[in-house]
């Protein structure tokens, strides 16, 4: 009988990128994944369609299931034959019980894996600008559970020794402890001026700092109000945040931003963002696909040579006319002479990518300017080549009739609802607050996306909108949308740049 594997994965400190290529691997082929609060849900994003998720919980007020119960469930589901992806956050060893999950699965006979994380012990400082090692002011490091309540009979933590300890001290998970801490520290000998921070929810948009000594730290964080999940730092090493803090100096830095492009192009405009230090999730709401019947496409690539202008509009028009031009055994050298138009620079890279310079370019980038750009170039009775989207607008082509040429319009690509089976989780975030600004880099992408969140669209009150362009944002107030943010330049790179002047005021 197939027992299954179970592997226990330190999905780190929160920022999803900070999962270890084999924690991700894992992810991508578990049938069951096991997570709790402190696992950045993004994760379950790179799980198979038919993966099975349980939500295990954990918090100080609040267990959805105890320990043992979850020991329970990773044992079933290991002994149904099922690959498990046990997602906790940190690393599985560190505070993160892990060893004791392990010990049950042995002790069921259900093999096991531990694959390590980033602990939030040394990531979480790193990114409040905080080493926990310096040598101008430590070279050693201690890691202590907060959730141990200092001032019981038997303790397992050595008050004394800590106190007396010159190096730094990391306490995870102990904000609802920190009075009964620094009492004992002090108590113990400890200098009452000595520096100490404590960070909540680190390495993610919520990330919030706050610094002080043991002295007064108490009212600091009760005036701030910071709740769990937060670690402490104590030690001098505190006193480089000034001069090493990064993560909340970047521009979009507090923003978690909905990417809804196509699941091929979403990474591009992703990657931009979380440059500028937003997270940035991937919700796909239009799939990319070749048209239900390719013969006209086909007739119209075979024949390019015939044309005079062929007129792109899109990399993904590129994409799909070269596609069928290699499918049909042709290369550039087929087209002659036609001359080539290209909305946006990169629709143009993408053709020069592939041996084409273009001749035509106009300098906005929608139907109406390349009218304008092509007017006295274009001649009556000129044939003209338009390979686009299904969904296009009609305004291009009839421009171009006006001006005389014959126009062959041809799909070569759908744009088509995608597949998702994230909406759920993006619902939570919605209701929670918790996303920001929404971008929508084409009128599909916000019709789509309406149809995916339906009636729950009313979710969206508070949260920012961004569109690409005019066309785009028109779309979007049709459908009762407002509008925030319109990039001055249609392109991502524009986009990107008009999401962070409105973020900065």
């Known amino acids: 009988m197939n027992k299954g594997k179970v592997y226990l994965i330190g999905a780190g400190p929160g920022d999803v990128k900070l999962i270890t290529v084999k924690g991700l691997e894992c992810i ?40 043992d119960e979850i020991n329970r469930v990773l044992v079933e589901e290991g002994l149904k034959g099922n690959v498990v992806a046990r997602l906790k956050g940190g690393d599985p060893y560190v505070f993160g019980r892990g060893g004791e999950e392990g010990e049950e699965l042995r002790k069921a006979g259900v093999a096991f894996e531990e694959v390590p994380g980033i602990t939030s012990a040394i990531s979480v400082p790193a990114y409040a600008g905080i080493p926990i090692t ?35 001290l990391v306490f995870l998970m102990g904000v609802g402890n920190l009075p009964q801490i620094v009492e004992k520290l002090v108590t113990n000998g400890k200098d009452a001026q000595t520096p100490i921070a404590l960070i909540r929810w680190g390495t993610r948009p919520e990330q919030q700092v706050v610094t002080g000594n043991l002295a007064n730290i108490v009212d600091i964080v009760n005036k701030a ?70 013969t006209f496409l086909d007739q119209a690539v075979a024949n390019a040579g015939a044309y005079d202008w062929i007129i792109f509009t899109s990399v993904n028009g590129v994409k799909a006319f070269f596609n069928r031009l290699k499918a049909q055994r042709l290369d550039i050298r ?96 919605l209701q929670a607050g918790e996303m920001h600004i929404v971008t929508f880099t084409s009128s599909s992408t916000v019709t789509n996306f309406l149809q995916l969140v339906g009636e729950h669209r009313q979710l969206l009150k508070g949260v920012k909108i961004a569109c690409i362009g005019p066309i785009t944002a028109e779309t979007a107030e049709k459908n009762g949308l407002h509008v925030d943010i319109c990039a001055q330049q249609y392109t991502i790179d524009g986009l990107v740049e008009a999401i962070v002047t409105y973020v900065q005021g």
Not at 36 to 55: G, H, M, Q, T, V
Request: proline share 5%; with cysteine.
């Open 28 to 67: 991508q082929k578990a049938d069951v994944i096991v997570y709790d609060r402190l696992a950045n849900p993004r994760l379950l994003s790179y799980r198979k369609p038919e993966a099975k998720l349980i939500y295990v919980g954990k918090s100080p007020d609040r267990h959805t299931l105890t320990q």
């Open 134 to 168: 310096h040598r101008d002011f430590t070279s050693t490091f201690t890691v202590i559970t907060g959730h141990e309540e200092p001032g019981k009979e038997t303790s397992n933590i050595n008050w004394p020794r800590l106190a007396q300890d010159p190096g730094t």
């Open 225 to 294: 109000g910071l709740k769990s999940p937060a670690i402490i730092i104590i030690g001098q090493v505190v006193t480089l945040r000034d001069t090493l803090r990064w993560f909340e100096d970047q521009p979009l830095f507090g923003k978690r931003i909905l990417v809804t492009r196509s699941r091929e192009q979403a990474s591009v405009l992703s990657e931009k963002l979380e440059r500028l230090g937003a997270e940035a999730w991937e919700y796909p709401t239009i799939k990319i696909q070749e048209p239900e019947d390719l």
């Open 334 to 429: 087929s087209l002659n002479n036609a001359k080539i138009c290209a909305i946006g620079p990169k629709t143009a890279e993408a053709l020069e990518e592939r041996g084409l310079l273009v001749d035509v370019m106009p300098e906005v980038f929608r139907a109406e300017a390349v009218v304008a750009a092509l007017e006295g170039r274009i001649q009556t009775g000129d044939k003209v080549l338009l390979p686009r989207a299904d969904l296009a607008r009609q305004v291009l082509v009839d421009s171009l009739q006006q001006l005389g040429a014959q126009v062959d319009e041809i799909i070569a690509y759908q744009t088509v609802l995608a597949d998702t089976s994230d909406t759920e989780l993006l619902l939570e975030k």
